[in-house]
Structures are given as C-alpha cells and as structure tokens.
C-alpha cells in the first residue's frame, strides 16, 4: 500500500462505442475520470472522486466506485439537461476519433459547493482535475490554500482554466490529439512555455499518442523521454487518462522516465481490452516484473519528428476510381503528423493526350518524389501495375515499405512478401508507419 492518495476531479459521462457492437448494440461504459479510476484500483493506489454527473447515473457511479475500491465518492456537482453522452466514432484513434456529446451546448451546471468540504474529510496528496464545462475558476479557489501536489489534464474544454489557476500546479498533462496542443501552444514546447509563463507549473507532460512522450521539468531544464509500447489495441478511449493516473502515482518515486514507462505500458494493456479485471490482472503482472521495463523495445517518434517523415502513397488515384480508402489513409496520416504524398495530385495525371515532354516531366517528378521520400505505402486499390512497380522500385532503395490492401488483392507471392508489412486495415497501417519509422 501507498500513503499517497489522489483526488480525482471531473465529469462523468457514457461512453458509447459506435464502431464496437455486440448484440446489444453500441457498447457502452463509465467514461471520463472513471478511466484514472480503473487505473488506480489496478495500482491499488488510494484514491478518492469528486464528480460532475446527471443524477440518472448516481446508481451506477456508486456501484463502480465500489467495485474498483475507491476511498469515497462525492458528487460535486448536477448536470442538468444533458445526459453526457459520449458518442465515439473511431474508437482505435487511427484518425480523428469524432466525440461527441450528446446536445452538451445546452447543459447545466449546478455546483454543490462542497469541494472544502471534500479535501478537508479526505485529506489527499494528490488532486488530479480533468477540466470541463463546469466552473473551473470555482474550483481553483477552492484550492488556493491547499498544500499537495495539483496535476490539470489540460486537454478539451480547458483553456478557460487559466482564469482561475491562483496556485502552484505541479503537472500540466498535454496531448498531442488535443485542440490546446496545436492551436493555444502551436504544436511546440517553446509554444508550451510561452502560453503558461504567467503560472507556477513544475513540470509538462506531453503524450504523443503512438509516438511515446516527453516531460520537460522546468526547474532543471531537463526533458525526459519515453517510448509507446505497441500491442494490438481494442480501443484508445480512456488511455491518456491511464497514462495520467500512473504518472501522477508515487510507485516509481521520482525515477520519471521509468514512471512514463510504466505509464505507457500500462495504457497500452488499457487500449487491449474492455475487461478490468484483464487490465488489473496485467497491471499486477507488469508491477512484479518492474525491473524488465527499461529491456523493453518501444516506439518513440515525437510529433515534431513525424511532421519531417515524406511518406510516397502509390496508387491508382485516377478518376473513375473508388478512392475512399486512399483519402482516408491521408487524412489519417495527417492527423499523425506525418507528411504524406499523393504524387498524381502533387505532379499531374498523365492521360493519354499529353505530349512525351509532358509525360517524361511527371515521371521524372514522380521518381524524384519516390526518392525524397522515407517510406512508401502501396494502396491496393485494384492491381494496378503502376502501383506494384513503384513498390520493387522503393524496395530496392533499402527502406520500407508496406502494403494497405483493404479488399484482399494481394495473392502474388512476390508481391506478398516484398513488403515489410502487409495490412488490411487503418489501424495496422498506422501501427506499422510508426514501426517502420521510429526511431533506430
């Protein structure tokens, strides 16, 4: 047992699964802090709630608090015309994951007031606050004379939280999949500093999803890194909050590169299954065999490293073709950061009208093109010929390659095994770009 022990602080939603269906339809769960929840029970890590919820959840709330053994569970607040729903589109975060809550525009927040109240019967040592629609500049007032530590997951609905933070907080959360990440600090660390100058913070975490993550300790100066742990994944929702309730625990005490390391194998046994008493079994086993993390291979390729990764997309992008899977290989590998190239719309499509000088131009532009870039992935729309010589050419440069046939195509066995991986959906192209391109 720890004497540490974390207040969690936010909104409770259902979390509804529209790409996983049983014969129930969508599946469904206790989403927001509920998912730091599981992961300090499976941590056996003392830890207390204090929540935003519409009163229809009160009964399953107290029954998962008990279940996953926490140390009290306080309603800090009634949500009012809005069931906070959560509608899931994309469950893996190939790309864009489309949440959505349900009508959340014209919710209601109906606070207790008993945050005080709260901290003072609990006594914790830890506050860990997922921001939301609620009164954060409340809260952060409430907080001013307390004397642990303050870790704010500043990720959606939280730039109005700057307002009220009057205290020194010892972690600020970040993720690259987060609005607040691009757009207030512009995708940087200098952006990071920048924006939070005026405030007291001791340390930044950044998760880079599949790309491990970095913290930057202000004191020292110091950054330290570490790698994503690559399993094959159920789901991606909830994982960053994992991440969050590891890191912010005193298992590791202040070895952080080792906590992060923990906290991302920890996540990834999360994103395998939907069963807690899988994850808590696991987590139980990773605790015993500790010392093994550091011999761990991960993947870490920071955000800022992905934007410089030219990746070729060979395909027949013609007109009169089906290109759905293509478009949304592109704006998934822009959604990663990656740079990806279609050389037909970057370079001209050359049809039977052009003029030689016209077509030796584009084959000249698209063999530059192949060759400027650091991994080429071969779209098998149909068998197009194009496409598979563009393939051996790339091959024979000595980097990888890897093949997306999304309607079973591939069948030749040289064209089977000529790249480093052969997929057939979104999620294991992704998984293998980062392979293919981490780093050495």
Known sequence: MHSQKVLIIGEIFIDTHLDIIDEHGPLVRLGGIFHSARAFSALNVDYVLAYYAP???????????????TKGCFKLGTIKNAPNVMLVNESKEVGDQGYYNIIKDQAQYIDTGNIDQIISITNPTDI???????SCELLFESLYAFNGKIHVDFHYDSEHI?????????????????SQFKEQCGGTLDGIVEYFKPYDINQFIVKENRGGAYCFDVGSQRIFEAPAYYVPIMHSVGV???YNAVFVSQILDNDIEKR??????????YAETMSFDKFSENTKLMLDNIDELAALQGVRLSWAERSQ????????????VDKKPLDKLNDCLLYH??????PIRENGLADGFLRYEDE???YNSDIQLLESCDLLIAVLLYNDPGTLVELGMFKQSGKPTIIYDPFSYCENIFVKYTPNFLCKTLDEVISSTYQCLRRR
Do not use: Q
Request: neutral net charge.
């Open 162 to 178: 700057l307002d009220g933070i009057k205290t020194s907080v010892n972690t600020i959360i970040l993720s690259t999949s987060s």
């Open 128 to 134: 860990l606050i997922y921001p939301g629609r609620y």
């Open 240 to 242: 960053g909050d994992v």
């Open 360 to 362: 030796l131009r584009i």
């Open 260 to 269: 992060m390391r923990l906290a991302a194998l920890c996540a990834a046994k």
């Open 55 to 69: 009163d229809y959840l009160e009964d399953d709330i107290n029954y998962w608090s008990c279940v996953l053994n």
């Open 337 to 342: 950061n990656f740079k990806p190239h279609l």
């Open 309 to 320: 990764k030219n990746i070729y997309l060979a395909a027949p992008d013609f007109p009169n």
